[in-house]
């Protein structure tokens, strides 16, 4: 539809980048924020395993666990999930590129 509106292949496909790396940053920024949170949280608290002690006890192992939080595995995950959205925006930006105005009315 836009480019029965004049716009070209590359613009539009400038467009379907600009929009992957906007969703990208935001998803990864409150998915951040989100995740810090609740981390925060239990790392104050622990995660209990109630009725698993004597198991635990029997491994070596504390009956709480507190996670840690350390700057690599805040910014792995966010940055894969960036990374592979960047890599994956290749098939549509190659898809936008090779429409003909006719065709893409045609596909909606």
């Known amino acids: ?3 029965a509106l004049g716009m070209k292949p590359g613009q539009i496909g400038r467009l379907v980048w600009l929009e992957m790396i906007l969703l990208a940053l935001f ?3 409150l998915g951040l924020l989100l995740g810090m949170g609740v981390t925060a949280w239990v790392e ?3 995660i209990s395993f109630e009725g698993m002690e004597e198991i635990y ?3 070596g192992l504390p009956a709480r666990i507190y996670p840690d939080m350390t700057p690599f595995r805040v910014l792995f995950g966010p940055s894969a999930i960036a990374g592979a959205i960047l890599v994956l925006g290749i098939i549509p930006y190659r898809r936008v590129l090779g429409l003909e105005p006719v065709s893409a009315m045609a596909s909606t």
Request: hydrophobic content about 40%.
């Open 57 to 59: 006890r029997q491994w």
């Open 44 to 46: 104050s608290v622990g």
């Open 1 to 3: 539809m836009l480019m």
């Open 27 to 29: 998803g990864c920024g």
